[in-house]
Structures are given as C-alpha cells and as structure tokens.
C-alpha cells in the first residue's frame, strides 16, 4: 500500500512538470495520499482534519501514529514537492514566527512526543539525476518498484534539514540532492513485513511497533550523525523561546528530549492521541499543537484488515 502510494505520487508529480502541467501543490498530494490510507485500511485508520491555517504557525502538515491502542510510533510531518529540477524549499521561513520552518517542526513535534520528518514527494528527470542509481536504493524491505517510482515518497530527518539550512545561513548554498539522497522511501522505513513473505505466519502488533520504531529510530540517528552542531539552543534563525515562534509550545530541551522519544522502544500513547482513538472524526478535541490532520493507524492483532490485491505490499496487515 504505502508502495502503491509512492508510485502514484511519483507518477502523478512527473506528468505535472512533464506533460500536464502545472504540477500539483504539497497540500494536493498529502490530502490524497491521507485519502488512500484511509481507503486501503479501512477500518484500521481514523483521520482528523483541523484547521489548515494553523499548519503555517507550526511548520507541520500532519502528525502520523501507528499503533495498538495502547503504544505506538508518533512522525510529525512536513511535505515537500520537488520542483521540476529537483529543489525543495527546505529554507521556508515563517515570517510571523520570524522562524524557519524546520526549527518549528522540531520543537512542536518534541512537544508531543513525536520524531519530526520530512515527506518528499519525488519525481525523475533531475539536473543530473540517475534513476538506475535511485532505483537500487534501498532495498530494506524488498518492497522494490521496478521503474524505481518506490522513491516517490520518501523521509527525511528533520534534523538533518536542521543542519543543512544552518550551513545556509552561514553562507553556503542548499544541497537539494545530497538530502534527497540521504532520505529513504518511506516503505523502508515503515514496512511491517520486513524479512516477511506471503507464507510467513501473521506477526504480533508488537513486532510490527518494534520494528517501525527501529527503522525511525535508525533514520533519526543517520538525521543527528549528520547535524554535530545541532543543540537545544538557537535555531539557525537564531529564535529564543521568548520569541512568537515558540509561544503555543511547551518548553523541550532540544537533544535531551529527542533522545527520550527514542529510547525504550514504543511508547505509551500520549493523552491527546487517547482523546482521539475515542472521539468522533467529524467532532476531534483540538489538538495540543496545531496541526492540519492526524492519521491513527491501528496495527492491534484482533484487527483483520487486508488491502485489495492491487495493492499488495507494505503495511498489510493480516
């Protein structure tokens, strides 16, 4: 499923900048993609929409929990479209929060126990790009399109975002393909069948948590390894927490809270995400940083929710 996802982002982003311009924006593409989950998993997903004015104050498009209704993995999400020659505007800046955009991203998603990524929607056709060269990338969970359209989406550290809009700061230029080729398809790292086949006997919600909590967790330290300077202290907009752009958040302390969302393995659900497995989706409590949706994945093993054939691949749950 989240294979197919990738592929039709991948598809539908080419043909915008390719053959039916203009390509669609990154609200487009993530309202459908929340679409597709919502229709391929049936009964094992919930969806919240809030309001979307809210994402500009956050830097946040949604937050993401898989889970078994008692612990779970939680992605705060920002998207990113590439442009028709492979850029993403990684160096947004909030003007009302006087902020960048992966600085807010970080800290909101620290609030709520969440680890904050990058979801970049991908196409071909890039100055220089080669798509043998992406196409046998990654290849964790064996979840491989053959036209290599499984990069369509993909995660990105937004740590690693952190330490590269700070090198910008300083005067350098942004390396659009260096973090492009330093994300991974978003069903390497959230594929529950890792190492599985179709004859595998059904896995507990437990091992499917662990190993979604691995992958994040080893995505998150490949984000970190990269960025040495980062710390709890100015962002590369040099905010202070006295500042608008932290004034809906409660205080965290950069690397030390980070490293508590990875520690242990799955955590207990926060409460506002408990709100929200008993609340009704067209009535959700408000969230407790802004955000545009939250998606709830339930992988809890007395779910039996099979996708349709033509979607076979990650996340299947049986």
């Known amino acids: 499923m989240l294979l197919w996802i990738a592929g039709d982002s991948f598809h539908w982003l080419h043909n ?4 039916y311009p203009p390509a669609p924006g990154e609200e487009s593409f993530t309202d459908m993609n929340i679409r597709h989950l919502r229709q391929f998993l049936g009964d094992r997903v919930k969806v919240f929409q809030f309001n ?4 500009r104050q956050n830097g946040a498009d949604w937050e993401m929990w898989i889970h078994n209704r008692s612990h779970g993995v939680g992605l705060r999400i920002q998207a990113k479209k590439a442009s028709k020659h492979g850029r993403y505007p ?4 909030v003007k009302k929060q006087n902020a960048y955009q992966c600085d807010l991203l970080v800290q ?5 126990r969440c680890v904050p990524v990058y979801l970049l929607y991908n196409h071909w056709d890039w100055e220089g790009g080669s798509e043998r060269e992406a196409a046998q990338a990654g290849r964790l969970c064996g979840h491989v ?3 290599g359209s499984h990069h369509g989406c993909t995660l990105l550290s937004a740590y690693r975002v952190q330490s590269e809009v700070g090198r910008k700061v300083d005067g350098n230029s942004l390396r659009h393909k260096v973090l492009w080729g330093e994300s991974l398809p978003w069903n390497r790292v959230l594929c529950d069948r890792r190492g599985t086949t179709n004859a595998s006997p059904p896995r507990s919600s437990g091992d499917v948590l662990n190993d979604i909590f691995t992958a994040v967790t080893g995505l998150t330290f490949m984000g970190l390894a990269q960025s040495p300077t980062y710390s709890s202290g100015p962002t590369p907009s040099h905010g202070t927490w006295g500042d608008a752009a932290y004034a809906q ?8 809270d980070a490293l ?3 520690r242990h393995g799955p955590h207990r659900l926060p409460p506002h995400v408990l709100r929200l497995l008993k609340a009704h989706e067209a009535e959700p409590p408000p969230p407790p940083v ?4 939250t998606v709830l994945v339930d992988v809890s093993d007395d779910r039996a929710q099979t996708p349709p054939e033509p979607f076979e691949g990650c996340v299947r749950f049986r």
């Open 52 to 55: 979307k004015d809210q994402e």
């Open 108 to 112: 909101h998603a620290l609030a709520v």
């Open 260 to 262: 508590a969302v990875l």
């Open 249 to 256: 958040t409660p205080y965290v302390d950069g690397v030390d």
């Open 16 to 19: 915008g900048h390719h053959r």
């Open 145 to 147: 399109a053959a036209d």
């Open 290 to 293: 802004p955000t545009a949706a």
């Open 90 to 93: 990684f160096d947004h800046k």
